[in-house]
Structure formats: structure tokens, C-alpha cells
């Protein structure tokens, strides 16, 4: 294909984006991407959403990815802006989420003048990319955005990277690429699947340990018939998204904290990976093991990101003669009473339970407050859950908002802790103009509460004034609801049992995004 005369670095880059199916673009531009702005104008293909901070935009992009399965275009100002949102990036890599993060430079010629918004960007971008380009002319543009796009879908999955510089973007001589065909996931190495079957069937108390494409669909089913053979089906503490609830098998989450881990293993003899890495704890601790299989225990890998878990699952259980007839059961549906008295958080995740949609979304960023929601939704409506990843906060609000561009016509819920709703907060106004179909549920304790878990955890002794007063969220009080409505978003406070789960039904019941403030006892 020649370049066309007409044809700009940045309509080229725009275009080829679309003919690859990219359909949705989550942007803060500034000065140099306004050129790809007006592109995006010219581009009825691409629904493009402004976020008011960078992390929201990126954030966004990963919940669109998590729930949609496809990648979305980011588009992020200089370095700055890259860096802006590099916290949702590494939660991103961490889930595996496809994201093509377009990041605009200063025009080539003006990068030697050392302008205040000048840095490198390559080398900001490249620890939390699987692929990183920069477009040096504008027949550069449509091919490198076609590579983009077929990268962050190549196993392992996730965040990449296309800078394009100002002049680039602007100068015409630019092409759309041909299309490129999407890769397929492998499954496991010659071999693995016999030796995994091998040491399943000889050992007294195998596990296996999983995430990715087992925790959905057909993953589910493998991961059924193994449980009935008498394996244990364990998946990551940090995944990128489960599909829970009545009807549907239900593996064990791994425990958060270390020794949890070590007590949860004990006696395990054989773990097979499938997807997954060998357990270890989130933090080092003073005198605790970060290495948390037993010493005794054979590890054997299926395959590691590069791999179709669901696929290794599947093979493993038809090594072992594994039949769905003779799988684990399902979870029944249960719907709990309507409770009553003061707010909790036990109180909480019955009334979730009792009220989420079928086939609803959940953003998990509550932290240590979600604990009986988790246990009581087990039995709820079928829903997916997605937590979490790479422990940066600030990931819950932005995942809602992109899963809910993904999946217009799926309610959604976001689950997220007083310290870490105000990261990206801005999340809400994008919520309000887009009309995203998500209910937010604050807890409010006006702690961080895990931090205080934390200093007894690492033996840092007993909290003084200081340590007091930073992991309090007390003083001054945050009025979440005066926050949200600011923002567009029909909001109000909760603080009995009784008011939270009207609310919650009234809130499940309307369209476009509600927020509650959970005052937990």
C-alpha cells in the first residue's frame, strides 16, 4: 500500500486502530496530541471518553480489557502524563489486560531545545510495557499502530507502548496497515501434561495452582473436573477476573497473608502450574518466608503467561480420565433474608448478595472490608469479579467505568475502601457523562485499616502519635456523597443495615451510576 499525500501520521495511526477493531479510546491529550484528537473526530468507529487524570484513563482501559477481552486505545500527554497513569499500567501488566497506550511527544526537531515538558519517554514507558515503539515519520504511523495492536495481544498479554511525536502526527504521507490476524495462545509444552499427570496420580495430596482463561467458561469446566478426581483447584490471590456465582464451580482463592499460605500448603506434595507462578508473599516480613510452597513439594509448570490455562486444565484432566459427569459440584443460588440493625460490613455482603443483577460486574478495590461480600456473593447471581491486580491503588473506580463501556448492557458494582476511592476519585465525573451503568459502594472506616494490620504484621511496634495520625482518614472527615454529586452522580450515605439494602435495590433498580457511602460500625 503507498503512503497517501492527504493522509496524516496520526488519521493513519487512528485508522488502523479501527480496522483492527479497536473501538473504544480513553484519553487526557494535551498539546501535541491534538492533531490525533481531530483524528479521532474524523473516526465515527472509535468512541473516544475523556478521563480528568491519567490514572482513570488507564484504569479504565484495563477494565475494558478484563471484561471485554479486546484492547483499547489510550492517549496520554508526554511523559508526564505516561507517568500520571503508570500506576493503573502496572496493575494492568500485572492482569495481563491488552492496552495500547498512545503517548505524544514534542515535535522531533524540538526535543534538543530541552522545553520544560521534555523527558524521555522511552525509558519511562519501558518497564511496564511488552512492546514499546516510536513512530520517527508518518508512514511509520499505520504500521507501527497494526504491530501495537497485535503485541499487546501476544502472549503474554498487556500494556503496550507507541510514542508519536507531534510533527509525526501532523505530517501528512501516512498509510493505514493491512490488517493483521490475532495470535493464538499455546498450550502447554510438549510433554508437561504426562508429567503433571504422573506425579497428580502418585501423590497423596496435589493442588493445582491457576489464573487467566481457567477462571472463565470452558477454564471453569476443566477446572470442575480436575476437583472431582480429588485435586485441589487453587486460583491467585491477585487475578484478572473471575466468573463466579450460582451455577458455577468454584475454585479456592489462595490466602492473602504469607503465613496463611504456609498453613493453607502444609501437606501438599505436588503443585501443577497452570498460568500461574510458584506462591510468595506480597511483602517480606521480618523472619517470615517469601518462598511459600513446602520444602517437600514437587512444583511442575504447565506453562507460564504465554500459556492457554484453560487449555492446560483441560489436558491435565483428560490425562487423568477426568468426566463432567464425575466433576465437583456448582453453587447453588441463594438468596439471604434482608438484614437488619447496625451497619457492617457482614450486613453489607448480604444485601450485595441479595441485590446484584445477574450477570454483573464487580470492581473490587475495598481491600480488607470485602471479606464477607466475597463469602456471601459465592451463591449470588452468576457475576464476574475483578480484583485488584498489582496492588497499586486506584484501580476500582476506573476498572467499573471501562468494564461498563465494554458491557453497556451488564450492571455494575464497585466495591472500594475510603482511603482508596479518593485516588481516582475523577472516575466519577467521566462515570456521570458517559452514563456508565455502575453502582458504587464505599466503606467508610476512616482508616487504613490494612496499614494498621500491616504495622503489627511487620513487628514495626506499637503505633504513636505520628504512625496514628498518618493511617487515619479522620480528620478532616470526607463527605463522599457531596464528592459525587459534585461530580454528576446521584450519591447518599448509609449507616444501618436496613438503609444500606434499600438503597442498594433502589440504586440496582435505576439506570446510570449511584454511589454509596457505607458508614461501617
Given amino acids: 500500500m503507498q503512503p497517501s499525500a492527504s493522509l496524516t501520521g496520526a488519521q493513519a495511526l487512528v485508522g488502523t486502530l479501527a480496522d483492527h477493531g479497536v473501538t473504544a479510546c480513553f484519553a487526557n491529550p494535551g498539546t501535541s496530541e491534538m492533531h490525533t484528537v481531530t483524528a479521532l473526530d474524523g473516526e465515527p468507529r472509535i468512541r473516544s471518553i475523556l478521563g480528568l487524570f491519567e490514572g482513570v484513563v488507564t484504569g479504565a482501559a484495563d477494565g475494558y480489557a478484563r471484561l471485554g477481552g479486546n484492547p483499547s486505545m489510550t492517549l496520554l500527554h508526554l511523559g508526564s502524563g505516561y507517568l500520571n497513569g503508570g500506576a493503573n499500567i502496572h496493575n494492568a501488566r500485572r492482569a495481563r489486560s491488552p492496552m495500547i497506550n498512545v503517548i505524544g511527544d514534542h515535535a522531533t526537531y524540538h526535543l534538543t531545545n530541552d522545553a520544560p515538558l521534555t523527558s524521555n519517554i522511552g525509558a519511562m514507558a519501558e518497564p511496564n510495557s511488552t512492546w514499546l515503539r516510536t513512530a520517527a515519520a508518518p508512514e511509520d504511523a499505520g504500521p507501527l499502530a497494526a504491530e501495537a495492536w497485535h503485541a499487546s495481544l501476544s502472549a ?27 495470535p493464538v495462545r499455546r498450550g502447554p509444552g510438549a510433554g508437561a501434561v504426562e508429567r503433571a499427570a504422573r506425579a497428580v ?40 477476573r473471575l466468573q463466579r456465582g450460582a451455577g458455577r464451580y468454584a475454585p479456592e482463592r489462595m490466602q492473602y497473608f504469607a503465613e496463611r499460605v504456609v498453613e493453607s500448603l502444609d501437606g501438599t506434595d505436588v503443585i501443577v502450574l497452570a498460568e500461574a507462578q510458584s506462591p510468595v508473599a506480597f511483602f517480606a516480613y521480618p523472619n517470615h518466608p517469601c518462598e511459600l510452597t513446602p520444602d517437600s513439594c514437587e512444583v511442575i509448570s504447565l506453562g507460564g ?15 487423568l480420565g477426568a468426566t463432567e459427569a464425575d466433576g465437583a459440584r456448582v453453587s447453588d443460588l441463594v438468596i439471604p433474608d434482608a438484614p437488619s440493625g447496625e451497619l457492617t460490613m457482614q450486613s453489607i455482603g448480604l444485601s450485595i448478595a441479595r441485590h446484584l443483577p445477574e450477570n454483573a460486574f464487580v470492581s473490587d478495590e475495598a481491600g480488607t472490608s470485602v471479606g464477607p461480600t466475597w463469602a456471601a456473593t459465592a451463591s449470588a447471581a452468576p457475576h464476574d469479579w475483578m480484583p485488584l491486580t498489582g496492588g497499586a491503588l486506584g484501580q476500582g473506580l476506573p476498572v467499573a467505568l471501562g468494564a461498563a463501556i465494554a458491557a453497556p448492557e451488564r450492571k455494575g458494582l464497585c466495591l472500594v475502601g475510603d482511603g482508596s476511592a479518593m485516588y481516582t476519585n475523577q472516575a466519577l465525573w467521566t462515570m456521570a457523562r458517559e452514563g456508565a451503568d455502575v453502582v458504587t459502594v464505599v ?38 456523597t457531596g464528592m459525587a454529586r459534585s461530580m454528576g452522580v446521584p450519591a447518599t450515605t448509609a449507616n444501618t443495615a436496613h438503609g444500606f439494602d434499600d438503597a442498594l435495590a433502589a440504586a440496582f433498580a435505576d439506570d446510570g451510576p449511584h454511589l454509596i457511602a457505607a458508614e461501617i460500625a
Avoid: K, M
Fill in 156 to 182: 503474554p498479554a498487556g500494556p503496550v507502548s507507541l510514542i508519536l511525536p507531534a510533527d509525526v502526527a501532523w505530517q501528512s504521507g501516512a498509510l493505514i496497515s493491512e490488517q493483521l490476524s490475532a
Fill in 201 to 240: 496420580r502418585s501423590a497423596r495430596s496435589p493442588a493445582v495452582l491457576t489464573t487467566g482463561s481457567a477462571l472463565t467458561g470452558a477454564g471453569l469446566e476443566a477446572a470442575r473436573r480436575l476437583a472431582g478426581t480429588g485435586v485441589r483447584v487453587l486460583f491467585e490471590f491477585f487475578f484478572p
Fill in 443 to 480: 466503606f467508610v472506616n476512616r482508616s487504613y485499616r490494612i496499614l494498621n494490620i500491616e504495622l503489627a504484621r511487620t513487628g514495626a511496634g506499637a503505633p504513636g502519635p505520628t504512625a496514628q495520625h498518618l493511617l487515619s482518614l479522620s480528620d478532616p472527615p470526607i463527605d463522599y
Fill in 305 to 319: 503467561p504465554e500459556t492457554d490455562s484453560a487449555e492446560c486444565l483441560a489436558q491435565l484432566a483428560d490425562a
